[in-house]
């Protein structure tokens, strides 16, 4: 059964970072792209950053890009959100996601590309 755990969420002042982590298992995902997505209150869940299988290449959004970072550890089957500078327009629940696929920037931002789906964590930003 593949699973998708989310952690490190949590409170943050702004201009703050934090690091989310995304724990996966059930399936060998060395040779799966991961994206990050975040939802806010009351709005549509949205891309944030995506890594390909190998970690060579990356994408993000443009409203994160220069303070988010994406990275993975294929051996311990984790992908990481690096995020700083951190501002309250960035609280959300932010959910890791796979996909056994190419890694194409006019797919990877589509939710509909991705395969499985963790629970979330959330991440909050006070001003």
């Known amino acids: 059964q593949v699973q998708l755990v989310e952690s490190g969420g949590g409170l943050v002042q702004a201009g703050g970072s934090l690091r989310l982590s995304c724990a996966a298992s059930?399936?060998?995902?060395?040779?799966?792209?991961m994206g990050w997505f975040r939802q806010a209150p009351g709005k549509e869940r949205e891309f944030v950053a995506a890594?390909?299988?190998?970690?060579?290449?990356?994408y993000y959004a443009d409203s994160v890009k220069g303070r988010f970072t994406i990275s993975r550890d294929n051996a311990k089957n984790t992908v990481y959100l690096q995020t700083t500078s951190l501002k309250p327009e960035n609280t959300a629940f932010y959910y890791c996601?796979?996909?056994?696929?190419?890694?194409?920037?006019?797919?990877?931002?589509?939710?509909?590309?991705?395969?499985?789906w963790g629970q979330g964590t959330q991440l909050t930003v006070s001003s």
């Open positions: 996601a796979t996909r056994r696929g190419p890694f194409y920037s006019d797919s990877i931002i589509r939710q509909t590309a991705y395969d499985y």
């Open positions: 059930g399936r060998t995902f060395s040779r799966d792209a």
């Open positions: 890594i390909s299988w190998s970690g060579g290449y990356t």
